[in-house]
């Protein structure tokens, strides 16, 4: 081997490319690597938002032409690697086994495609649309005549969830997701709601779970959409029709609001 081939091997391999996250922020730091099952993928996985347990990605399943969402939970440094492995076992099939009981039970949520929970990672059906955040955020749909009738449906939506026995755990409007029906009549807020991200996501039939689902969802309402604050008592109203034990939820939801209070109060 000449020298120059020497020099040419030693050198290092160039960084990966920058996550459009990392572009927009250069402090950023790096991201924990791809599952191997998805570092040959072309064209690689989009990162859309990073969180504190999760990374969530747009790729592809079986064929470039079938979109799907990657949810990965890397591997924490900070933790004991026996616990490590343990919690990510536990929380990839906890997501996984709730999402599957929602589609059998008629909930709408993403189909899961497949699960590695060694490599923590889950493969789930791509949701096309925006979120509930950001069709609320658009300029004049809050004085449009369709906003009722999409309360209505968040209402339902939580509803049949909350009937099945399950608490979400993060009920913001940024996890409602509003896809497009086939036959959409190009009306904004035409479509289906879709419940995303069942990280937190529990099975349970305490009211006072689901009182605290309808505070955290009441709360995303106040805070980023101070106008349509008014408009939640239509997500209630049709919660209420929508689920037979809603009238003990509802009360309890009354002392959650209190405790909600109190602790504002106290700081």
């Given at each position: ?98 999402l599957t009981k929602c589609r059998r039970e008629g909930v709408h949520v993403p189909a899961v495609y497949f699960v590695d929970w060694e490599q923590g990672w ?72 879709i419940l995303i991200d069942f990280g937190l996501a529990t099975v349970s039939v305490q009211d006072e779970d689901k009182a605290v689902d309808l505070y955290v ?51």
């Open positions: 081997m000449s020298v120059q081939q020497r020099r040419e091997k030693e050198q290092p391999l160039p960084p990966p490319p920058l996550s459009p996250l990392q572009r927009d922020n250069p402090t950023t730091p790096a991201l924990p690597a791809l599952p191997s099952a998805f570092t040959t993928n072309q064209p690689a996985p989009t990162l859309l938002t990073q969180g504190a347990e999760a990374l969530l990605y747009k790729t592809t399943y079986l064929t470039p032409s079938l979109p799907a969402a990657l949810k990965h939970r890397p591997r924490k440094p900070y933790r004991h690697p026996t616990l490590d492995a343990r919690l990510t076992r536990h929380r990839i099939l906890s997501e996984a086994r709730i889950l493969l789930m059906e791509w949701v096309d649309g925006g979120s509930v955040r950001d069709v609320l955020s658009r300029k004049g749909v809050l004085e449009g005549q369709g906003v009722e009738g999409l309360m209505g449906k968040i209402g339902r939506a939580v509803g049949k969830l909350h009937e099945r026995g399950i608490v979400h755990g993060d009920l913001t409007t940024s996890n409602l997701m509003l896809q497009p029906s086939p036959a959409s009549s190009g009306d904004p807020l035409d479509g289906d709601i969802l009441e709360r995303a309402f106040v805070s980023t959409h101070p106008k349509a604050e008014a408009l939640f008592k239509g997500v209630l109203k049709s919660y209420e029709e929508s689920y037979k034990g809603a009238k003990v939820v509802l009360r309890r939801l009354e002392d959650v609001r209190m405790r909600g209070r109190k602790r504002s109060m106290v700081g």
